[in-house]
């Protein structure tokens, strides 16, 4: 099993950057997908961003496209995304989130929440305007 723990989330003024960190433990030789995930109360969760562990490709939702940058440093176990231009639709709990069937072989569902086994507990990204 893969643990977890995200950090870096807080309040920013709409406009404004963040970065968050992820860093993953434990069996984190299966984690083969890594990325972000999001949900705002009321709203269903929803892929922001993951990356390939073995290739570096990475994949993004159209809403976060040239405002968000996914990156990952595998001696250091840590995923990170960057977030710039942040508008008060990003409000929401960002997950960091981890699954054994390698992004490439997803496809376009790889925003989907079934594929990933392993879950941090989320920090919380607050937008004001």
């Known amino acids: 099993q893969v643990q977890l723990v995200e950090s870096g989330g807080g309040s920013v003024q709409a406009g404004g950057s963040l970065r968050l960190s992820c860093a993953r433990s434990?069996?984190?030789?299966?984690?083969?997908?890594m990325g972000w995930f999001r949900q705002a109360p009321g709203k269903e969760r929803e892929g922001v961003a993951v990356?390939?562990?073995?290739?570096?490709?990475?994949y993004y939702a159209d809403a976060v496209k040239g405002r968000f940058t996914i990156s990952q440093d595998n001696a250091k176990n840590t995923v990170n995304l960057q977030m710039i231009s942040l508008e008060s639709e990003d409000a929401a709990m960002y997950y960091c989130?981890?699954?054994?069937?390698?992004?490439?072989?997803?496809?376009?569902?790889?925003?989907?929440?079934?594929?990933?086994?392993?879950w941090g507990q989320g920090t919380q990204v607050t937008v004001s305007s």
């Open positions: 989130a981890a699954g054994p069937t390698p992004c490439q072989f997803l496809g376009a569902t790889w925003s989907s929440p079934r594929f990933y086994n392993s």
């Open positions: 434990g069996y984190t030789y299966v984690a083969h997908c």
């Open positions: 990356i390939s562990r073995a290739t570096g490709n990475t």
